[in-house]
């Protein structure tokens, strides 16, 4: 039995997801089909009672299969601590039942760059000697990220689960890249701003009258990732027995 929980994640210009965290790591190269998407880290928690409706494992289904599997009728069934007789869980080192959340799958929906100027600017000679500038050009630029959640079905997620979110977009000098953590299905918008350009030891020697022109340009692009989330059980069931099965009530 497991269901899905599906989250549209909208990275803009440019966009790192463990025993309750969840990291996704997304690298852009510099070529528009050089897109690599990895995905580690998983949730675990103790059932509640949306996980009991969403698997549809409630007392009376539970029971009838117990006595399908053993031909035997449970007098009572328990899914996780506390129980009567001890804390059954406790008492023998039984796990509970647990919901465990993973990443099903993450891929490239869509990817969009195009060149852009982001600034210009002139230099004048305006004197009679040839001479030296610095033609050196700078600017500070935002990044945006933006994350939004749908869920077909609702299942119990801590919101104690990190989600770690990793981006690095390749450039011809090194990279760049954007990072934070945030809590899960917390739909939000994360911006900041990087410097680009040159900012030292560029010159060029202008003649008398001579003007030059510094262009400051990059790509604009954005990047939609889709990722599909897997809910499952893992754990033991409790029985007791009133009339002991195999010489055992439990």
Avoid: C
């Avoid at 001579?210 to 262009?215: D, S």
């Amino acid at each position: 039995m497991n269901t899905f929980i599906e989250a549209l994640i909208l990275f803009i210009v440019a966009a790192k997801r463990v025993d309750s965290k969840i990291s996704l790591d997304i690298n852009v190269g510099i070529n528009d089909n050089d897109v690599t998407i990895t995905h580690s880290g998983f949730g675990v928690d103790v059932i509640g009672h949306r996980e009991i409706e969403l698997f549809n494992i409630g007392n009376a289904n539970i029971r009838k299969a117990v006595k399908r599997h053993y031909h035997w009728s449970p007098s009572n069934v328990y899914l996780k601590s506390l129980t009567p007789w001890g804390d059954l869980f406790r008492k023998y080192n039984w796990e509970q039942e647990l919901r465990v959340l993973t990443v099903k799958s993450a891929r490239l929906k869509t990817l969009t760059k195009k060149p852009v100027i982001v600034l210009s600017h002139d230099f004048d000679n305006v004197s009679n000697k040839t001479i030296k500038v610095n033609t050196e050009i700078s600017q500070t630029v935002e990044n945006t990220i933006s994350t939004n959640w749908t869920k077909s079905k609702e299942t119990t997620v801590s919101q104690e689960i990190e989600y770690d979110m990793n981006v690095m977009f390749a450039k011809m000098m090194g990279t760049t890249g954007f990072s934070y953590t945030t809590s899960w299905g917390e739909s939000e918008e994360r911006s900041e701003t990087i410097a680009i350009g040159t900012t030292s030891g560029v010159e060029t020697e202008l003649l008398p009258g001579q003007t030059a022109t510094a262009v400051l340009s990059a790509n604009k692009g954005a990047l939609e990732v889709e990722v599909v989330y897997l809910a499952k059980l893992r754990g033991n069931v409790a029985v007791k027995f009133k009339i002991p099965y195999k010489g055992h009530h439990f």
